[in-house]
């Protein structure tokens, strides 16, 4: 985030080319030049819809131009039908920019011709491609494994990918790809053993994945590319799920993380390129999210490569189900990019257009989509039979011969030989695979992980998170100061005094000024801290004000970039209005900074359900799945208020049904202090978990909520916060977040400390051991009851309950919740009034249900 300064950013594509000066002007055009300028123009712009796309004839029939070709242009217009209008089609009118343009077109309209070296490399890699696949299909009849034949080119397109780069300063490539031709890109360009591929299918050593691991097709790889002029770039494919598109900003994220690692030429020293299958282009929505972040500050990662592996079928689907327009990618015009369509059965013309994608991302710092247009050979999987939804395509097919042998024939080559070398060497890799004992691990993490762990939570204290008075006031200080000349708002100025004062003890500490320390503490010590959000700068509740607005100038200043010399990276963001893309990204990033605290924040915590897939897929799963570790952090606001239905529940139940083997930490923090110390052990434990915190809305500045300087201090995070108030209690009330505050305050109302509340901060891992010495506290207590603000069938009940009951003992354990709904809450704020007030009165007075 810039601080003290506009943005002078542009919109990207609008960039404006020099005026000539009057004595620079060109000769004007004769007649000639015209019509040739008038032809070219029109192929400049329309061509694309003749283009002979379709290897099998079927499809993308070609569309008449939207007006005619002037009378006696068939010369030119045959001239620019080749460049336009051939097997390569170029939209590129929607860019706004005139340099851009001139650029593609200068790209486009000359002779381009591969060198034989060149076209006999290409040959070698299809023949690899091709059986591979045909390997597999011998030994493993019927297995899926979401062949790449028909799309083979994909392997020397992605090489020529990797070849211009390297030249152009790349050193690393972050890709993400969907099922089809994974393995093949694993083996054919990443640069994995085939045998290990192979070993995969053999499933080899099952107890060692029980209750984990993944698909084959799902999982990641590392490798590294060496061009032949000597430069390596390390090639990271990412793991991913069935929903196909999730990925997107997952790999955004990570490429992201990486080039701010490598500080300056970051952006040009890291690709990412996502690879697509055209019925996800144009169906996925969190594509059309991940789109939007291509130049968005704090977002931006110098342009990604979007590959569209496009055989023109959506599982069964014919494109005209798949998507509402000639090409699936018309998604993409959105945005001032280029979209190239290539056939895919002219490698020549394939290797051409990597070249120039590759040239025009490094160029301009563009996103740019390549649309590689050929067909499949088998079904959806090996294990379908796609004769039955599409017989006149499959004819086609059937009479088409693998590209590596039309090729040779055009190039006229005979490589029986080098095609029966190939041949033996995938037969002998699939006998080594046969016999490995154990399954091959396909990807290496980076060395930055070596200090962070995985696997079960270690039992005991966790680390110290106190802070001393004085180092709290220190900080404070410098949170609260402005620059001289900055004109901080009346409102914000009143609020830092506030903070001011709970700096130096004299006022208790609030949500918003807790969580600065926590993040400014952080960064003192080195430590990177990324927060985004819909409204994160200021906060939704505006509560956190990290970033103050000038009252004059609208510039921008955040007193937690402005720390010391050599603190931590602060960034804080206000996102697009997405969920599943900003989550993702941030997710990715985590990925690949664990030194950095990055946290996500909805705006209500109810909206993360537009992020599901994220969470389940990837948040809840990753390390099951992968072995993957994330930090990342969500902060979703929770608390009923009478704000209706979508604004009350964050869906505690859904992340703790998620939870299992220490997968993730799901806590509630009942007071500032306590979150101040969650947020400084996520960031300073060697332990790297997902942490999910319902986070306060009301209760932000309630004062039952705030704690005294002295609580910031605090050894550290306390799981449970047993009662100091209760006087001999025969009850104990057991809860976690906002209701217990009401609760108090009612208990405080009548003057009847007979009933001890608790609180559970952390909800998983439950603990339990902390919880049973709170209960011990009060051995009169003959009973406990769970009360939950949320209805019976949602909140924290159905998990809780029963750990409850077993650190319960002997003594009776009742509930009190809301009745069970279909709804999370009620719409009306009167009856939230009546059933909150129902719900403390059987709380405190009148018991609950067995």
Known sequence: MATRAKSQSKTPGTEKTVSPTIDALPERETGADQLRTTVFEIFRRWGYLQAQLDPLQQYLPPEPFPVELPEGSDNIAAEARKFYSGTIALEFSHIASPERREWLQAAMEQEYRETPEQQAHTLTQLIKADLF??????????????????????????????????????????????????????????????????????????????GGGDVKYHQGATGVYTSPAGKEVRLHLASNPSHLEAVDPVIMGRARARQVRLGKDGESKVLPMIIHGDAAFAGQGIFAETLDLATITGYQVGGTIQVVVNNLLGFTAEPHESNSSRYSTDIAKRLPIPIFHVNAEDPDAVLRVAKIAAEYRAKFASD????????????????????????????????????????????????????????????????????????????????????????????????????????????????????ADFHVHPKVQALLKQRVEMGEGK??????????????????????????????QRGTFNQRHSVWVDTETELRYSPLQHLSDNQGRFEVYNSMLSEAAVLGFEYGYSRDYPEALVLWEAQFGDFA??????????????????????????????????QGPEHSSARIERYLQLCATDNMIVAQPSNAAQYFHLLRRQALSPYRKPLVVFTPKSMLRHPDAVSP???????????????????????????????????????????????????????????????????????????????????????????????????????????????????????SAKAHELEEKALIELALGRGGKK
């Open 368 to 483: 740019v989509v390549v649309d590689l247009i050929g067909y499949r050979r088998h079904g959806h999987s090996e294990v379908d039979d796609p004769t039955v939804t599409q017989p006149r395509r499959y004819a086609r097919i059937k009479e088409t011969a693998p590209l590596y042998k039309s090729y040779a024939e055009r190039l006229g080559i005979d490589a029986s030989a080098e095609i029966a070398a190939i041949q033996q060497q995938f037969l002998a890799d699939q006998a080594h695979g046969k016999e490995a004992e154990h399954a091959p691990s396909l990807s290496e993490l980076p060395t930055y992980w070596k200090n962070y762990e995985g696997g079960r939570l270690p039992k005991g204290e966790d680390v110290a998170t106190g802070l001393t008075a004085d180092e709290v006031k220190d900080l404070v200080a410098q949170l609260t100061t402005a620059p």
């Open 709 to 827: 300087v002295v609580d910031l201090a605090a050894p550290r995070f306390r799981k449970v916060l047993a009662d100091g108030e209760a006087k001999d209690p025969r009850r104990i009330l057991v809860c976690s977040g906002k209701i217990g505050h009401n609760l108090r305050v009612e208990r405080a109302k009548r003057g009847d400390f007979s009933t001890a509340i608790v609180f559970v901060e952390q909800l998983y891992p439950w603990p339990a051991e902390e919880l049973e010495a709170a209960l011990a506290q009060y051995p009169h207590a003959e009973e406990i009851v769970w009360v939950q603000e949320e209805p019976a069938n949602m909140g924290p009940l159905t998990y809780a309950y029963p750990l409850l009951k077993r650190s319960a003992g002997s003594r009776r354990v009742l509930r009190v919740t809301r009745s069970a709904s279909a709804s999370p809450a009620t719409g």
């Open 609 to 642: 359900n537009g992020a599901q897939i994220i969470i389940d897929q990837f948040i809840a799963a990753g390390e099951a799945k992968w072995g993957l570790q994330s930090g990342v952090v969500l902060l979703l606001p929770h608390g009923y208020e009478g």
């Open 133 to 210: 696949e045909q390997t597999i299909q011998q030994r493993y009849l019927g297995t899926k494994r979401f062949s790449l034949e028909g799309l083979t080119v994909l392997i020397p397109f992605l090489e020529r990918i990797f070849e211009v780069s390297s030249g152009l300063g790349v050193e690393r490539c972050n890709f993400a790809m969907s099922h089809r031709g994974r393995l093949n890109v694993m083996v054919n360009t990443v640069g994995r053993s085939a045998a290990d591929i192979f070993t995969k299918f053999e499933d080899v050593d099952p107890r060692s994945h029980l």
């Open 507 to 536: 006022r208790p500490f609030d949500y918003g000024t807790a969580e600065l320390v926590a993040y400014a503490s952080l960064l003192k010590a080195g430590t990177p801290v990324r927060l985004s959000g819909q409204d994160s």
